[in-house]
T-cell receptor, first 111, second 113 residues
C-alpha cells in the first residue's frame, strides 16, 4: 500500500505565487524526502528531512515535518513556470534506503 | 557528480520478446540499486532491490522470473523483462544509492505491441 499520500493531486497557480503541497504517511519513518519529476523524465532529489527535524530550507523550498501527525509539507515560494512538474514525497523507514513514494502532486505554474 | 544513466531511453518491442534495460552509476560505485515501475499519471512503485554480487530482493507481487535482475558490478544493474506483454508497457526507472541518497536514472519507456 502507498505509504505517502499527497494533496492536492493537482495544483495550478500563477507565476510568483507560493505553492504548498502536503504529504501524509502511516508508519514511523527514518526520514522523508521530496522529489520533482518533469513529464516523462527521471526524478530529481529536492530535499531530505530527518525524523528528528521539524523544518528545513533550501533556496525557495521550505519543508516541514510533523511526526505526531505523520505529515509533511513542501512550500515553493515565488514560483516560476520552470517549477511546473510532479512533486512526490517518499519515506524511508529503516536503514536500507528503500523509498516508498506517495501519489504525487502535479503542479502547474502559469506564466 | 552522482549521475545515473539508463539505456535505452525508450524501446518498442513485440509481445513475447524479452527486453534488457541497463542502469549505470557513472561516477560512483553503488552496492545497492533499485528498480521502479511507473504507469502513466501514477507514482513510482518499487519492484526490487538489487545488491551487487547477490540475488535481488523482489517486492510482493513482482514476479522474479519475469523481471530478471542482475547486478554484476558496482556500477551496473540490468533488468530484463522476459516474454513481455502489452500490460508490461510502462516507464522503468532505476536508482543508485550514494552514500545515503538515491540518485535516479532518466527512465526507460517500454512499449510492448
Amino acid at each position: 500500500s502507498q505509504q505517502g499520500e499527497e494533496d492536492p493531486q493537482a495544483l495550478s497557480i500563477q507565476e510568483g505565487e507560493n505553492a504548498t503541497m502536503n504529504c501524509s504517511y502511516k508508519t514511523s519513518i527514518n526520514n522523508l524526502q521530496w522529489y520533482r519529476q518533469n513529464s516523462g523524465r527521471g526524478l530529481v532529489h529536492l530535499i531530505l528531512i530527518r525524523s528528528n527535524e521539524r523544518e528545513k530550507h533550501s533556496g525557495r523550498l521550505r519543508v516541514t515535518l510533523d511526526t505526531s501527525k505523520k505529515s509533511s509539507s513542501l512550500l515553493i515560494t515565488a514560483s516560476r513556470a520552470a517549477d511546473t512538474a510532479s512533486y512526490f514525497c517518499a519515506t524511508v523507514r529503516g536503514s536500507n534506503y528503500k523509498l516508498t513514494f506517495g501519489k504525487g502532486t502535479l503542479l502547474t505554474v502559469n506564466p | 557528480g552522482a549521475v545515473v544513466s539508463q539505456h535505452p531511453s525508450w524501446v518498442i518491442c513485440k509481445s513475447g520478446t524479452s527486453v534488457k534495460i541497463e542502469c549505470r552509476s557513472l561516477d560512483f560505485q553503488a552496492t545497492t540499486m533499485f528498480w521502479y515501475r511507473q504507469f502513466p499519471k501514477q507514482s513510482l512503485m518499487l519492484m526490487a532491490t538489487s545488491n551487487e554480487g547477490s540475488k535481488a530482493t523482489y517486492e510482493q507481487g513482482v514476479e522474479k522470473d519475469k523481471f530478471l535482475i542482475n547486478h554484476a558490478s558496482l556500477t551496473l544493474s540490468t533488468l530484463t523483462v522476459t516474454s513481455a506483454h502489452p500490460e508490461d508497457s510502462s516507464f522503468y526507472i532505476c536508482s543508485a544509492t550514494f552514500p545515503n541518497t538515491q540518485y535516479f536514472g532518466p527512465g526507460t519507456r517500454l512499449t510492448v505491441l
